[in-house]
């Protein structure tokens, strides 16, 4: 997958550190233009004129990978945080936010402080520590974002056995699933129904099964499937199944 660069409401807000998670229960497509031969201009092949423009294919290829990581990253962000919870609109700055899953704050879009960076009120990014008392900026939390994508691939390529071998929409899925949940409990074994989908293509199966929950205080238990449906779209997969019965869990 590329470098990352990319509207749920608050009580379907991420949780990237449940106690536990469950498994169970979102693509875009090139448009090739025709080419209309004028009077006088040889014709241009169609394979040329993908959006209208004369590019080479390896360029349009590339545009077409890129554009699909961020309608992906756009998707993380909108389930994480797509009320923006914490920004301040008059200073355009951005200061850490209640979890809904309680225990520490959540900075940006779904960065959830470590009891060390709440207690000294600053994180890390780009190597530099950065005070959050008098918020980020837009770039910042943009980098915090990005930061920790790049820290769940990693770790998932760690974890995952074959993880570089995988679909890129099926990668992102389970970078998805990192991120809500924590990377070290996204592995082979742990969601076994999941993986098995993955190796038969089995996109309506996987839709059902990336399916992840949270506890609140209070003890409620809450499914995330508008974040499933959401990303699922985003990446491309395809048979959408009936999300309001069917949905296992493991």
């Keep these: 997958m590329t470098n990352p660069f990319f509207r749920q409401t608050l009580d379907e807000q991420a949780a990237p550190y ?5 498994e169970g229960v979102l693509a875009e497509t090139a448009v090739s ?5 004028e009077p006088g201009p040889v014709m241009k092949p169609l394979s040329t004129q993908t959006f209208g423009f004369n590019e080479d294919p390896d360029i349009q290829a590339q545009k077409l990978y890129d554009e699909a990581d961020d309608q992906f990253f756009s998707s993380m962000k909108e389930v994480e ?14 200061k850490p936010h209640e979890s809904v899953e309680g225990g520490t704050d959540t900075l940006g879009y779904g960065h959830k402080l470590t009891p060390r960076e709440q207690k000294g009120g600053f994180v890390t990014i780009d190597g530099e520590r950065v005070e959050i008392g008098d918020g980020l900026t837009d770039e910042q939390v943009e980098r915090l974002f990005q930061q920790d994508i790049a820290k ?4 998932l390529e760690k974890n ?10 099926y990668q992102k899925v389970l970078i998805n699933l990192g991120f809500n949940i924590g990377a070290g409990k996204v592995n082979n074994k742990g969601w076994p129904k999941l993986f098995k989908a993955m190796k038969e293509g089995d996109d309506e199966t996987v839709r059902k099964e990336m399916i992840t929950s949270y506890k609140t205080p209070s003890g409620e238990r809450k499914k995330l499937i508008n974040r499933a449906r959401t990303i699922a779209d985003s990446v491309g997969l395809g048979n959408k199944p009936n999300y309001a019965g069917g949905i296992t869990a493991q």
Excluded: F, H, M, S
Excluded at 18 to 22: L, R, T, V, Y
Excluded at 33 to 37: A, D, L, S, V
Excluded at 86 to 92: A, D, I, K, R, V
């Design 18 to 22: 449940p106690e536990e998670e469950e």
């Design 152 to 155: 769940v691939e990693r770790q």
């Design 33 to 37: 233009i025709p080419y209309e031969e």
């Design 81 to 94: 945080n797509g009320i923006r919870a914490g920004y301040n609109e008059q200073t355009g700055l951005w």
């Design 160 to 169: 995952i056995e074959g993880y570089e071998d995988l679909p890129d929409k």
